[in-house]
């Protein structure tokens, strides 16, 4: 009964804002209502069209305003530009009138010609740029579906394959559609992989095929409170994401005031002092902790991503990441298969029938470039390079790691426009436009 409460409510509020000449509602295969913005640096600024699309998707519990980094609307400049500027900066009117500007991948895609597509997976975004779907939101359903409907959406609009950026699980999710996965007809919904769809995404000229592919920081097994192996700790974790629940930060940080960034970067000062005295297991414990580089970021940028870009994430989200920290491989949800009395986590097992995305990272084939950060927090740069050498190589692959850089500067911190930015624009150039 509950249940059918609560997706009766989710419909409700599914019903769409209206488009505008930036906004685009897709439906996925399974009824969910997304956003795609068609992005641009402000409302008067031309698009790029005809020029080669890129899309991007956010890590879990952010949306994609995590890629689009400026001043809020009605507010004095946030952030200073530094002394010497990136070549691609230098005189750029955009860049001058709100600093902040600097530190944002899609401005950057935009600046250097590609036009670029910003996508907010099932149950994130604010406002009009919401997307549905909240509850029991598994990252399979994020691959499988969503995916899907965005990049059938840009292919459809544009003419052209659109380049992939996802960071964080933005490539996880990319891992699972690149492999061809999909929801086998059945009434436990088990995911397979079909060989025709691999072969269309990565090298096919269908509605589901990709140009290439940037991933940023994505693994297939993250690396949090030490890869869990107490067993409390897991039968709790256990019940808790077994809940059709949706945990949202918008209400709280909606109200942080922009004085948090510098008292977040004071705070995360002192762990990373502390760290090289820290015994490995408690280092390993609290390795979230070491997620943003205080040297290596922008206050301000530490705010706007805390008040803007923060949104949340589904308990089986939470649970299906878990699962691969505790299994050490990530696999389609254990919510797919019979679980006992919910007690613990199902261990690795051949015979589970579960599909390993982890085992079956061959299956991608189109070119790609993998960045990762270098430290160890909850990702680590070994996992990133597993993930690179474990996919087909195709000759224009690369693989990076980005000096001095954490998980979530990677993609903004303040060596990104001098080093992650330029070394993805090059290898987008160097593919070449449909």
């Not at 080669?52 to 995590?66: E, K, R, T």
């Not at 946030?78 to 709100?98: C, F, I, T």
């Not at 990272?361 to 270098?374: C, D, G, R, V, Y």
């Not at 979530?408 to 001098?418: K, Q, S």
Request: glycine residues 8%; charged residues 25%.
């Amino acid at each position: 009964m509950m249940e059918r409460l609560i997706a009766g409510f989710n419909r409700l509020r599914s019903l769409p804002f209206p488009e505008t000449d930036d906004i685009y509602r897709i439906m996925t295969d399974d009824g969910v209502n997304l956003v795609l913005k068609h992005y641009r640096p402000e409302p008067d600024a031309p698009f790029n069209k005809g020029r080669q699309p890129v899309l991007m998707m956010p890590g879990a519990a952010c949306n994609f305003d995590y890629f689009d980094l400026h001043t809020p609307e009605g507010k004095e400049k946030w952030s200073q530009l530094p002394g010497e500027l990136p070549e691609w900066a230098r005189g750029d009117a955009y860049v001058k009138k709100d600093p902040m500007k600097l530190y944002n991948l899609a401005y950057y895609l935009y600046s250097r010609g590609y036009d670029v597509w910003l996508v907010n997976y099932r149950g994130q975004g604010r406002g009009r740029y919401r997307s549905f779907g909240r509850v029991k939101s598994s990252i399979d359903r994020f691959g499988v579906y969503d995916m899907k409907a965005a990049i059938k959406k840009v292919r459809e609009l544009t003419g052209k394959r659109p380049v992939h950026l996802g960071h964080s699980m933005g490539g996880t999710m990319a891992f699972m559609y690149f492999q061809g996965a999909c929801y086998w007809p059945g009434p436990n919904g088990r995911i397979g992989s079909d060989p025709g769809l691999a072969e269309e995404r990565n090298a096919g000229n269908g509605p589901e095929s990709a140009k290439g592919f940037v991933n940023l920081d994505g693994p297939r097994v993250p690396f949090v409170l030490g890869n869990i192996r107490f067993p409390l700790v897991t039968r709790i974790l256990w019940y808790m994401t077994d809940l059709p629940i949706y945990y949202s930060f918008r209400y709280i940080t909606r109200f942080l005031p922009r004085i948090t960034g510098r008292l977040a970067k004071l705070t995360l000062s002192l762990f990373w002092v502390y760290k090289r005295f820290l015994p490995a297991f408690i280092d390993d414990i609290i390795a979230v902790a070491y997620t943003i580089n205080p040297d290596n970021i922008d206050p301000d940028v530490i705010a706007y991503v805390a008040k803007y870009a923060a949104d949340g994430g589904s308990a089986h989200l939470i649970g299906q990441y878990l699962d691969s920290c505790i299994s050490g491989k990530m696999r389609e949800s254990y919510r797919t298969v019979e679980r006992g009395n919910l007690k613990y986590f199902p261990e690795p097992d051949k015979t589970d029938s579960l599909y390993y995305y982890s085992d079956n990272m061959a299956k991608i084939t189109l070119p790609s470039i993998f960045l990762a950060s270098t430290t160890k927090d909850i990702t680590k740069p070994e996992e990133i390079r597993a993930c690179y050498d474990a996919k087909t190589r195709h000759p224009l692959d690369e693989y990076h790691e980005i000096p001095n850089a954490s998980h979530m500067d990677i993609t903004c911190g303040l060596n990104a426009p001098y080093i992650t930015f330029p070394l993805i624009g090059a290898w987008i150039e160097k593919l070449g436009s449909d």
